[in-house]
């Protein structure tokens, strides 16, 4: 499975974007789909993730509420919504698969569980 995230870019805090998460070469139907953020000089870290098993969603506790992680198995797309941002969000945003274990119910928290990632996108909020 290949994945493609898109829609970073500059935008001012306070401000939202969407970025996109597509898969090819695969469904990614029954699998966990996650969202990592890895600022400038820090280790990446858990943002969302999904599993279409019961809609399950788990969040970062910081960035609950304003963060929405949705899926659309049609299109094979992962979708994070971003609200309020803040500069301290500017990162690049990698989405991942968790294509090996499709019985995990709790979308998983660590980069180890992930085996498929994208190459990331930029977003960038100016204060």
């Known amino acids: 499975v290949q994945l493609q995230a898109s829609g970073g870019g500059l935008v001012q805090a306070g401000g939202s974007l969407r970025l996109s998460c597509a898969a090819s070469?695969?469904?990614?139907?029954?699998?966990?789909m996650g969202w990592f953020r890895q600022a400038p000089g820090k280790e990446r870290e858990f943002v969302a993730a999904i599993k279409r098993t019961m809609d399950m969603t788990s969040y970062t506790h910081s960035m609950k509420g304003r963060f929405i992680t949705s899926r659309d198995d049609a299109k094979n797309t992962v979708y994070l919504q971003m609200n309020s941002l803040e500069p301290e969000d500017t990162a690049v945003y990698y989405c991942?698969?968790?294509?090996?274990?499709?019985?995990?119910?709790?979308?998983?928290?660590?980069?180890?569980?992930?085996?498929?990632w994208g190459q990331g996108t930029l977003v960038t909020v100016s204060s």
């Open positions: 070469g695969g469904t990614v139907r029954w699998y966990s």
């Open positions: 991942a698969t968790d294509s090996r274990r499709d019985y995990v119910i709790v979308p998983p928290r660590l980069s180890w569980e992930y085996d498929s």
